[in-house]
């Protein structure tokens, strides 16, 4: 069973940090290129994120360019989003993805599974 677990979320103020955890199990991690979306009440899962298998290729959804980091470490099945100078605009549920085929990594279709999810709340 596929399990992709968050972790790292919280309450911060305006300009501050957080780093956000995602662990897999259930499958060979490093055949999966990860992203992380995010979600705010009443608006569709945007990307946020992605990296590529070996985590040699990023991709940042023009608002985090410069702002967050996604890395993965495939030896520990774990891939992480730093985010630093947090705006209130980035409050939202952010979850982590797995996807297994070549596709548009901006795209929720393209990824097989998901985590729960876990809050980042950001106050002005």
């Known amino acids: 069973q596929v399990q992709l677990v968050e972790s790292g979320g919280g309450l911060v103020q305006a300009g501050g940090s957080l780093r956000l955890s995602c662990a897999a199990s259930?499958?060979?991690?490093?055949?999966?290129?990860m992203g992380w979306f995010r979600q705010a009440p009443g608006k569709e899962r945007d990307f946020v994120a992605s990296v590529s298998r070996a985590n040699d290729g990023t991709d940042y959804e023009d608002s985090v360019l410069g702002r967050f980091t996604i890395f993965r470490d495939n030896a520990e099945n774990t891939v992480w989003l730093q985010m630093n100078s947090l705006k209130p605009e980035d409050t939202a549920v952010y979850y982590c993805?797995?996807?297994?085929?070549?596709?548009?990594?901006?795209?929720?279709?393209?990824?097989?599974?998901w985590g729960q999810g876990t809050q980042v709340t950001v106050s002005s």
């Open positions: 259930g499958l060979t991690f490093s055949r999966y290129a």
């Open positions: 993805a797995a996807a297994s085929f070549y596709g548009n990594r901006r795209s929720t279709l393209a990824y097989d599974y």
